[in-house]
């Protein structure tokens, strides 16, 4: 046996005891664990919250309302500076006619997505999904606004956070998803998106929506030019936040796509991929739900339910990843055929459940979820 050997037989043990992996651990596997030993330690973890042969998924789509940025991210082939050719906004009757067509198809969750729109303030947010609310009640859950997205708006009405959390809240908005976070080191935002926001920010912005009672999610993105480290300092930022809100649905780990982009680059394998959740699983042991982008890797996104996922999307669209070569499949019966391949029971998670509920996202390290996942 080697050195190597033994010391992931080390901290399969402790995980086995309910033991938190430091980051340490988190190299040490990373360097050292058999894509075999990743998938196993990921699956013990897994356990502890879900049932071993199943996964949920969500029908949903991504509303681009808009594509004129002033953010310029080097990453993004989405954007246009205002007053560019082919900048737009989507009118409300065009918001509706896609939300429409998503319910006809059997899907209940929009997400908003879209640029820093100089010319759209805060009550243009508030007065469409107020809309929406009213229109559709509950039988549409829609994710307002990512995190960035939330930052710049709160700042240009001059409002603190928690003000701007309160606005979207009277407005019908329940959720403001951890988007546009890709990755949460200072240094990663100043080579990529200096003009979007600070990592510092980013999670007092976040607190300030757990504190307003909204609900909220991790995301990730991996593969631009980011270290292990980089990524490392990612999944602690999200598992220190956690600790002090217990605010955290899920995390979502999605990969970039670089077609178009100004940075350019390649994308990682599905490999890679799968190795990085069963490293956020294993790391991440405060955060419920797993859930892997069959946004951006198709359909190899579904083996990483084998690598500790319990959670995905089929997203009907994406403009932002569409225009930087994603593909989207919209057979659903197609899709859902490859879990059910790998052994899977998949079931329809409707959007709005008891178990969203602020304060039990996630139960307290140490105890035990009841079983109606
Ligand atoms: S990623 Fe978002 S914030 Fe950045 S340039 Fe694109 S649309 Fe703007």
Redesign the pocket.
């Given at each position: 046996m080697t050195n190597t050997t033994l010391a992931v037989r080390e901290i399969e043990a402790r995980i086995k005891a309910r033991e938190r992996i430091s980051s340490v651990d988190a190299a040490e596997l990373w360097k050292a664990a058999t894509d075999e030993e990743l998938r196993r330690l990921a699956g013990i973890v897994r356990k502890r919250y879900h049932d071993e042969t199943r996964a949920t998924y969500l029908v949903m789509r991504i509303i681009n309302y808009t594509?004129v940025?002033?953010?310029?991210?080097d990453?993004?082939a989405?954007?246009v500076l205002p007053n560019q050719e082919g900048g737009y906004v989507l009118t409300r009757d065009d918001v509706f006619a896609k939300i429409d067509e998503l319910l006809e198809i059997g899907g209940d969750l929009v997400a908003f997505?879209?640029?820093?729109n100089p010319k759209l303030p805060l009550h243009f947010y508030c007065d469409l999904f107020r809309a929406v609310r009213d229109r559709y009640g509950e039988r549409v859950e829609f994710y307002a606004l990512t995190i960035?997205?939330f930052l710049?708006l709160a700042d240009r009405a001059g409002l603190s956070y928690h003000q701007a959390a309160e606005e979207l809240k009277r407005a019908g908005v329940h959720w403001i998803t951890g988007g546009?976070s890709e990755i949460l080191t200072e240094d990663f935002r100043r080579r990529h998106?200096k003009f979007?926001y600070t990592v510092a920010e980013y999670f007092e912005a976040q607190r300030a929506i757990v504190e307003t009672g909204l609900r909220t999610t991790a995301t990730m993105v991996i593969g631009f030019d980011e270290t292990f480290e980089e990524r490392l300092e990612h999944l602690e930022r999200t598992r220190d936040f956690q600790d002090r809100t217990n605010g955290l649905f899920s995390f979502l780990c999605w990969t970039y796509k670089p077609y178009g982009t100004a940075f350019g680059g390649r994308e990682i394998s599905p490999r890679e991929y799968h190795r990085h959740i069963a490293l956020s699983r294993i790391f991440l042991d405060n955060v419920r739900h797993i859930r892997t982008s069959v946004l951006t890797m198709n359909r190899d996104a579904f083996q990483a339910l084998d690598f500790g996922a319990d959670d995905f999307d089929l997203p009907i669209e994406d403009e932002?990843t569409q225009k930087a070569g994603a593909t989207i499949d919209l057979d659903i019966e197609g899709l859902l055929a490859v879990p059910r391949s790998l052994g899977y029971r998949v079931d329809y998670r409707r959007s709005e459940r008891p178990e969203l509920v602020r304060g039990i996202a996630c139960p307290p390290r140490g105890s035990e979820w009841p079983s109606t996942t």
């Amino acid at each position: 046996m080697t050195n190597t050997t033994l010391a992931v037989r080390e901290i399969e043990a402790r995980i086995k005891a309910r033991e938190r992996i430091s980051s340490v651990d988190a190299a040490e596997l990373w360097k050292a664990a058999t894509d075999e030993e990743l998938r196993r330690l990921a699956g013990i973890v897994r356990k502890r919250y879900h049932d071993e042969t199943r996964a949920t998924y969500l029908v949903m789509r991504i509303i681009n309302y808009t594509n004129v940025c002033v953010a310029q991210c080097d990453y993004c082939a989405f954007y246009v500076l205002p007053n560019q050719e082919g900048g737009y906004v989507l009118t409300r009757d065009d918001v509706f006619a896609k939300i429409d067509e998503l319910l006809e198809i059997g899907g209940d969750l929009v997400a908003f997505n879209g640029g820093f729109n100089p010319k759209l303030p805060l009550h243009f947010y508030c007065d469409l999904f107020r809309a929406v609310r009213d229109r559709y009640g509950e039988r549409v859950e829609f994710y307002a606004l990512t995190i960035a997205e939330f930052l710049y708006l709160a700042d240009r009405a001059g409002l603190s956070y928690h003000q701007a959390a309160e606005e979207l809240k009277r407005a019908g908005v329940h959720w403001i998803t951890g988007g546009g976070s890709e990755i949460l080191t200072e240094d990663f935002r100043r080579r990529h998106a200096k003009f979007k926001y600070t990592v510092a920010e980013y999670f007092e912005a976040q607190r300030a929506i757990v504190e307003t009672g909204l609900r909220t999610t991790a995301t990730m993105v991996i593969g631009f030019d980011e270290t292990f480290e980089e990524r490392l300092e990612h999944l602690e930022r999200t598992r220190d936040f956690q600790d002090r809100t217990n605010g955290l649905f899920s995390f979502l780990c999605w990969t970039y796509k670089p077609y178009g982009t100004a940075f350019g680059g390649r994308e990682i394998s599905p490999r890679e991929y799968h190795r990085h959740i069963a490293l956020s699983r294993i790391f991440l042991d405060n955060v419920r739900h797993i859930r892997t982008s069959v946004l951006t890797m198709n359909r190899d996104a579904f083996q990483a339910l084998d690598f500790g996922a319990d959670d995905f999307d089929l997203p009907i669209e994406d403009e932002v990843t569409q225009k930087a070569g994603a593909t989207i499949d919209l057979d659903i019966e197609g899709l859902l055929a490859v879990p059910r391949s790998l052994g899977y029971r998949v079931d329809y998670r409707r959007s709005e459940r008891p178990e969203l509920v602020r304060g039990i996202a996630c139960p307290p390290r140490g105890s035990e979820w009841p079983s109606t996942t």
